[in-house]
């Protein structure tokens, strides 16, 4: 198990991760999302013992990781731009890493460049850049190691390769319990494949839990109203509308606060058919942003 508890760190008069708590059961994959500049990379960079924290501390399995060698070879980080020497390939990189991550199989390694498709043989640097981060991931998901930390992890993968990536990781989740963290952008990537997310704004954490609890005290509705009229001036009176849209015969709500309180306000205009609908990652992100004061209306807004 992972447990972040109240880490902070500051740079000079930058306050990149604020007071920061979460913890992260084995066996399952964890995204860190969050705005530019939120602190992700700092969080994952002192997950993984780069970096100490200013307070707090960050313990696997109960042991603090900072300056604790033993600890860290349970770890595999990858950052967003992983390091290469110049003219080294993947065979060569394999008996790098395996300095640090003894269980690293060299044919493990081999086997599975060649279910991808990747020469062993070649410099990495005449990869391209989704190869490069595939030959990453394989080093990664042959390291051994109990615990996965990715700076963007699908970044540069096209769809197939993406999907087989996700299938290795769920097989792995389940095997042999490993525990992923992924810091990322791309939400659709993440929606079919995270147990857990942490939704990060300004260095501090404004949503953390199990992705079947994401949306909290908000709610998504598919509704049809009787004679398609439009409903959306007498909803907002009552309701706090995050989302409204109407489109033929159905209209698709977001609104926030008490579900029963919700339902009753909408079947009282007596709807030919109401349902509630998951809400995907990026629109629990999008609303979490909008909650925090970080939306697309007001970024134009200050620009004008
Ligand atoms: N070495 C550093 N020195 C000074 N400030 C830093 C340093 N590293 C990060 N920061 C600052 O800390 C804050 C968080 O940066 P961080 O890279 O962790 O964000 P992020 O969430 O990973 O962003 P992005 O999504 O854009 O990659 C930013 O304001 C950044 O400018």
Known sequence: MIK?????????????????????PDGSMFGLLGTNGAGKSTLLRMMAGVLGCDTGRILFDGENIYENPSCKSSVFYLPDTPYYFPN???????????????????????YMAKL?????????????????????????????TKYLLFDEVFDGLDP??????????????EERKLTVVVAAHKLKDLEDICHNIGIMHK?????????????GNVMKLQCVFEGQEDMKEELEKELQV?????????????????KKEILERI?????????EIPMS??????????????????????LD
């Open 4 to 24: 972040v508890e109240n880490v902070t760190k500051e740079f000079e008069h930058i306050c990149a991760v604020n007071q920061v708590s979460f913890e992260i």
């Open 88 to 110: 080294v390939n993947l065979e060569e990189m394999v008996r790098f890493y395996r300095r640090h991550y003894p269980f690293l199989e060299r044919d493990s390694a081999a």
């Open 116 to 144: 991808l498709n990747l020469d062993m043989e070649l410099p990495l640097r005449t990869f391209s850049k989704g190869m490069k981060r595939q030959a990453f991931l394989i080093l990664a998901l042959c390291s051994g």
């Open 160 to 173: 197939v390769m993406t999907e087989t990536m996700k299938e290795l990781f769920r097989r792995e989740i």
């Open 203 to 215: 260095g501090g954490i404004l949503k953390a839990g199990d992705m079947r609890e994401r949306s």
């Open 242 to 258: 995050l989302r409204y849209e109407k489109e033929g015969y159905f209209t698709t709500l977001v609104v926030k606060g008490d």
């Open 267 to 275: 079947t009282r205009r007596v709807p030919v058919f109401v349902g």
């Open 281 to 302: 990652l990026e629109e629990i992100f999008m609303t979490a942003m909008k909650e925090a004061g970080y939306d697309i209306c007001k970024v134009f807004m200050e």
